[in-house]
């Protein structure tokens, strides 16, 4: 398993922007496909966001389509999910996440190295 390490999280106004970042070690980053998901209390994890080990192909909730962006430098072994308008629905813990596979999924079972999590909270 790698060891993630997400960081960027806090508070911010709806509306806002906030960028989170992922840093990997532990495994060759650039073999697996990245995730993000987050959980906000009293509902179950979900998929935000996750991109392929090459970077080429990437997929998005439908909730954050056009507002979230995910990204990812192999060179550096870090993934970023820049988040635009944000809104309070979006509220939540996220956690960063290395897939089994080279290729996206969206469900967590997938994914077999999770970070700690980051705190967003946003504010009306």
């Known amino acids: 398993q790698a060891q993630l390490v997400e960081s960027g999280g806090g508070g911010i106004q709806t509306g806002g922007s906030l960028t989170l970042s992922c840093a990997a070690s532990?495994?060759?980053?650039?073999?697996?496909?990245m995730g993000w998901f987050r959980q906000a209390p009293g509902k179950d994890r979900e998929f935000v966001a996750g991109i392929s080990a090459s970077g080429t192909s990437t997929i998005y909730a439908d909730s954050v389509k056009g507002r979230f962006y995910i990204s990812r430098e192999n060179a550096k072994n870090t993934v970023d999910l820049q988040m635009n308008s944000l809104k309070p629905e979006d509220a939540a813990a996220y956690y960063c996440?290395?897939?089994?596979?080279?290729?996206?999924?969206?469900?967590?079972?997938?994914?077999?190295?999770w970070g700690q999590g980051t705190q967003v909270t946003v504010s009306s």
């Open positions: 532990g495994r060759t980053f650039s073999h697996y496909a």
């Open positions: 996440a290395m897939s089994r596979y080279s290729t996206v999924k969206t469900t967590d079972v997938a994914y077999d190295s």
